[in-house]
């Protein structure tokens, strides 16, 4: 069974930083492709970031979060972190980490998902 562990979100000012780790179990870590999504209230989810763990490494950032969120990956834990540097109050919402993911920008899914982490940045 795939899970999918988030955990580091939490409450932080404009301009401050925050890390989230999603532990994964289950499936291969370097087979699929693991990211973060993020749903602020009245909104659709949003893909932010993925990574190809393992040998290939590859990843994808959306337009809005380059820069200054990095996704990277630990093989040996079987987690993926997001590291959130110059957080601005738009960066909240529930942030989701997720494998399996395909799609474009619009139409970003993923096939297995965690219970997501709230992230809040206000003053």
């Known amino acids: 069974e795939v899970q999918l562990v988030e955990s580091g979100g939490g409450l932080v000012q404009p301009g401050g930083s925050l890390r989230l780790s999603c532990a994964t179990s289950?499936?291969?870590?370097?087979?699929?492709?693991i990211g973060w999504f993020r749903q602020a209230a009245g909104n659709e989810r949003e893909g932010l970031s993925w990574?190809?763990?393992?040998?290939?490494?590859?990843?994808w950032y959306r337009d809005s979060v380059k820069g200054r969120f990095t996704i990277s990956s630990d093989d040996a834990k079987n987690t993926v972190y997001l590291q959130m540097n110059s957080l601005k109050p738009e960066d909240t919402g529930i942030y989701y980490c997720?494998?399996?993911?395909?799609?474009?920008?619009?139409?970003?899914?993923?096939?297995?998902w965690g219970q997501g982490t709230q992230v809040t940045v206000s003053s």
């Open positions: 990574i190809f763990a393992g040998s290939d490494g590859s990843t």
């Open positions: 289950g499936f291969n870590f370097g087979e699929k492709n």
């Open positions: 997720a494998a399996d993911i395909s799609g474009g920008i619009e139409t970003m899914w993923a096939h297995y």
